[in-house]
């Protein structure tokens, strides 16, 4: 009697390989390019440094033991208020290397890898005797500052440094701001159509014509003491335009496609049609200009800075090539943060053009 | 298309008229008046009283709630009316007027100058695609396009002004030299075109980069197309090629461009004329909005945002033009 063929339990599972995801798909593609992922390397070496700056420039102690507790003073370099109220009462916030000493000779402390600040300038003989900064001239760009100081004798490194969590933020603040706001009215025109869109469509050309130079300067006065947050939330409040038209396109060529139309009829309300069903195919393209939003950002926030408007932040990239306009002699305030500048927003045309190439279904067909 | 014409142009005013509104209500609120802020650079003795104020608050409608100032300048402007400059005690229309053709001679010879650069750049990059030479070219425009215009403008100004100080090369900024009325016409134009070579330069790599890419782009796609194959096929030679059948095609963006940079055109670029100290329409912008006059503000948004319309609209009338698949019902 022949052996019959191995039997197979009817219950056995085939073996199924999910296919990846549209995302998941997208991220292997986008790995593959070398600068897009270059790119994407540098901005988050960027944000090491602008979250660890404290740790890096500084002369506030990372961790000090002071009259019997322990304190952190470098974060005050995040926000003033987190900076121990005693190290101001106790006036050592000027000279912490001396007066900590001269306060509490029990005292220790961790200190940031260099001793300059970004915010004043560091005087003779704080640490260990060194010498205090030049000004002006000649304070070119030596062993111990490394890009050199400004007119006031500040180090331009500890700015730089400091910097890049304003420049970081700025992009993905006022970005994130702008992408929220833009998706929303692209979306609500796109997919209600009729008056609504009419309405919208009026609304986004009224915000597109108005010059945004007299906007962010018209609010930033307005706004009695203004910060970095208040600039974000302006550039972020008026410049979702781009994204809102073309949210608004995809959501109109993707309400009319089979599937939503299927997903009508089996009953389900518009904001499950909206969010679950037509936005998340239409959050491919509109990624793109929000990559490239962010570099938009950055640069708005440098260039009111060197106009001398709007930020109102010390440490901001742009205020230091204001300061190398009124100085030209000294070319380090204008090739270092130039530099920096140019490198950030070349990082993210880099990472918009990757993910442009990565979600484009062109290619992908291309590929087989 | 005349009906559509029609629909847009009334739209278009509405849309003016809500802009002009927002950007009225906005500077009123701004902290500071012209009149204030002109009393703080007075000396004491140069001071005027209170009843001088109030005199000049009243000719200028600044004593009045902010809506009537608009509704008064939205009256005046009716008529054809752009009001005075409070600061420089002349129509505004005289203030833009003159500083009109100082700027279109920077943003002018940049368009031209971009526009004849970029197409023989986007050609044979398209042509040479994927060589070693054209890898280098597109990187370092691309590269270009990433650096702000301030920042290179400040290096060439410390470059060419600095630097080359005291050299027959230096170039400063500002419009004209100091000895200027001195001159002979001729040497007028000389001393104006060698001023205008660092604007100029700063105004144009960052379009070029970009028209360069644009056409480029645009090229890649109709390259591939079959009609070019079977050109190919025919035996008709690469330049033909290139030129009679692929360029023709992608004209049809490169053209509905035109209607977009016309803001530009006119409006100049504040950042540069702030390096350069350039006396265009963009430093009487922040030169207004920092001194509050309100009057030459409000001409320039009006202006400046009627520009924006109108070269929407052109982009989509030559869109229908240079492409008969396009027509507006």
Redesign the interface.
Known sequence: MPESPPHHEATSPVPVTQSPGFWAEVWSRFRKQKLAMTALVFVGLLAILGIFSPAIVGTKPIICHYKGGLYFPAMGYFRESWENPVFITDGVIYNYPQKLKEKDPQSWAVWPLIYQDPLRRVRAGEMDGSAGNPIGMAGQPSRHNLFGTNDLGEDVFAKMVHGTRIALLIGFVSTGIAAVIGIAIGAIAGFFGGWIDWLLS?II??M????T???I???I??IEKPTIWHLMVVIGAFGWTGIARLTRAEFLKLRQLEYVAAARALGFRWSRLMFRHILPNALAPVIVPITFGI?AAI?LE??LG??GIGAPDKTSWGRL?NE??EN??M?WL??F??VA??LT??AY?LIGEGIQQATDPTLKASKH | MLNYLIRRVVFGFGTLLVITFAVYALIRHMPGTPLTLDLAEMSLDQQISSSEMKRLERQYHLDRPWYVGYWLWAGKLFHGDLGRSIKEKKPVSRVIGERVPRTLLLSGTSLILSYLLSLPLGLYSTARSGRLDERVVSTFLYMLYAVPTFVAGLLLLVFFYKDLAGTPFQLEPGMFSRNYSQLSTLGQVLDVAKHMILPVVCFTYGSLAYYSRFIKSNMEEVVRQDYIRTAKAKGVGPVRVLLHHAFRNTLIPYVTMIGLTLPALIGGSVVLEYIFNWPGMGTLYLQALSQRDYPVIMGLTLMFSALTLLGQLLADVLYAVVDPRISYQ
């Open positions: 009026r050309e009224v597109m014509c108005i010059p130079l007299v906007l300067l018209a609010l006065s307005i570099a640069l440098t260039t060197f106009l090539l190398g306009k030209l002699q070319w204008i090739v943060p130039g500048i140019f927003v070349l045309n």
